[in-house]
């Protein structure tokens, strides 16, 4: 007689590692997940804007600098170039001395190139790139100056400032003096109201006669300075 087969179990109902594999993800385990997506962006947002606002600044900085030292090179150039060229020079502030070129106020307005008429008053836009809109507004000026002792109306030395400020600037009138600091920022910094870059220099021409003579005896309050000027 033979035994009987035993009865095959029925199969179960479980769902087998595969199958909970491949199940996806419940509706709260979305929601976790979305939640510490969120609060991963929102911790790092603020760093990122700190990074990219302070990396604009910095290129603003640069450029702006940049554009002041150019000023400050052209001038030299039309000096060593000799007296006739004396109408390129940056506007003179009547009365002012080379020794106060560091308290002339800062420009009301910005004014094209063409417009250019008062250095103290104005700045001119400058558009840097080349793309149709102005970046920059530069105010350039120069004390009275020292005029030779042959009495050229054109001056052998004088102080000269040049300051490079933000376009955005044009919108925060009155504007400040002191040079904007460049440094960790969420926005624009002190490029709204200060310039980004500030150059004051003396320009000499020295292949002028007795032009160093002049220039030392301007700058000494006794008019004694121990060069031979004869």
Known sequence: MNPTPPKASPPSSAPGPRQRAEAGLTLLECLVAIIVVAFSAAAVAPALVLT?????????????????????????????????????????????????????????SFVPSGSYTDPVAQ??????DGDGKNDFGVQVFRGIGVLPSSGNSTPVAFSMGVRVYDIRAQDNFPLETGQAAVGLTSGEGQRRKRPLAVLYTNILRGDANSSLCDYANSLSST?????DCS
């Open 52 to 108: 990219v606002a302070t990396r604009v600044q910095s290129q603003k900085a640069d450029q702006a600098l940049a554009l002041g030292q150019g000023e400050i090179d052209r001038i030299r150039l039309i000096m060593e170039r000799g007296p006739e060229n004396v109408d390129e020079l940056p506007l003179s502030v009547p009365g002012l001395a080379d020794t106060d070129i560091r308290t002339v106020s800062a420009p009301s």
């Open 223 to 227: 008019g004694s300075t121990g060069l």
């Open 123 to 128: 700045a001119r836009l400058v558009d840097i």
